[in-house]
């Protein structure tokens, strides 16, 4: 059984910074694509960042690219979102997925992604 569970979320003004992390327990995280996505009121879930398993290759968002960079320590089990340059239409629940194992290629779909956590809540203020 695998576990993820974020953290790091809460409530910052617009221009400011947070870090999302998100712990992995269970089965193999270092073999595994992870993602993060996001889902405001009345909107669907929609895709923020995926990095490889091996760390070489991540994907963005247009929406995010520039502001957001996601990062993984595969010795730590633990996945990373920072984020800078917040705006307001930032604000979601942020939620980070195990996807594909040795996958190379991006994965913007929810349906390529089998164990998701609980999610955090990012607030942004204007």
């Known amino acids: 059984q695998v576990q993820l569970v974020e953290s790091g979320g809460g409530l910052v003004q617009a221009g400011g910074s947070l870090r999302l992390s998100c712990a992995a327990s269970g089965r193999t995280f270092s073999t595994y694509t992870m993602g993060w996505f996001r889902q405001a009121p009345g909107k669907e879930r929609e895709f923020v960042a995926c990095i490889t398993w091996n760390g070489v290759n991540t994907y963005y968002a247009d929406s995010v690219k520039g502001r957001f960079t996601i990062s993984r320590d595969n010795a730590k089990n633990t996945l990373y979102l920072q984020m800078n340059s917040l705006k307001p239409e930032d604000t979601a629940v942020y939620y980070c997925?195990?996807?594909?194992?040795?996958?190379?290629?991006?994965?913007?779909?929810?349906?390529?992604?089998?164990?998701w956590g609980q999610g955090t809540q990012v607030t942004v203020s204007s």
């Open positions: 997925a195990r996807g594909p194992e040795y996958y190379s290629n991006s994965a913007y779909s929810p349906v390529h992604y089998d164990y």
